[in-house]
């Protein structure tokens, strides 16, 4: 069986089917309201880490307690994408942002958590194809999200264990990203609606929503993005963003 591709290029215009629209403005509004309550809760579990690390007088309960506060700030910055999702209209200005440091910081989170999970381990590789530093015109936050879906995507399609690879390189002005694995591919029969929402190659854990958040981040930010699989050999994608040069 061949090779399976679908393309989002540069400028495209979104056109999802009414009713995808219709549910993703419904899932908005319900995500506002409970962003809100998340975000309460994290400022007492905050407090509360604070006040630990300050009195304890064990050193292992107060970097427990670092800990805690810094998967506060991660979970704050997820609700900050919340919001920006139930309200469009909000787009924070992009900074210059090195996706090598990027991509290398979140591989570890994302594989930390599988291995957790009783994932087997996956050889990671990464290389960077080009002399200047790899700086992008992006959203830090935004960016992070984008490539922790891609690579949740790629480990959650390796459960035996398998090879992951990155490869960072530039072109025509852009920075490209390449993320492929040697998982169980995606039917041919889904690679045109792929990027649309709630389309999952996952039967009941996966919401459908990660590359859908992918596209329209990376579209938003004047990229683009395209997925290529060959069903039991691995999926690659190939994402582009403007360089911050």
């Known amino acids: 069986m061949g090779i399976a591709q679908s393309t989002i290029p540069k400028g495209s215009g979104l056109m999802p089917s009414l009713q995808s629209e219709e549910r993703l403005a419904e899932l908005g509004r319900h ?18 880490a604070q006040i630990l690390e300050l009195q304890s007088s064990d050193p292992n ?21 919340i ?3 139930a309200n469009p209209e909000y787009a924070p200005l992009p900074n210059r942002v090195n996706i090598l440091e990027t991509l290398t910081s979140v591989w ?25 530093e790899p700086l992008v015109l992006a959203n830090r936050s935004e960016l992070k999200e984008i490539i922790a879906n891609l690579i ?17 390189s530039r ?6 990203v390449e ?21 999952s190659t996952r039967s009941r854990a996966g919401s459908g929503l990660g590359l859908t958040v992918c596209r329209d981040v990376i579209l938003n930010h004047g990229g683009s993005i395209e997925l290529s699989s060959n069903p039991g050999s691995g999926t690659r994608v190939t994402f582009r963003l403007p360089a911050g040069d």
């Open 108 to 132: 570890k989170e994302v594989q930390f958590r599988h291995l957790m999970s009783g994932d087997s381990a996956v050889k990671f590789e990464c290389s960077l194809d080009c002399d200047e």
């Open 31 to 48: 995500a506002a309201g409970v962003a809100h309550g998340l975000a309460n809760l994290l400022t007492n579990i905050s407090l509360k």
């Open 83 to 85: 919001h920006r999702f």
């Open 152 to 168: 949740d995507n790629s480990l959650r399609a390796m459960p035996d264990g398998g090879r992951l690879s990155a490869r960072i």
């Open 61 to 81: 309960a107060s970097e427990h307690a670092r800990g805690i506060r810094y998967y506060i700030e991660e979970a704050r910055e997820i609700l900050e994408r």
């Open 179 to 199: 993320i492929a694995d040697t998982g169980h591919g995606i039917p041919a029969r889904m690679i045109d609606s792929i990027f649309e929402p709630f389309v």
């Open 171 to 176: 072109r025509n002005g852009d920075v490209q």
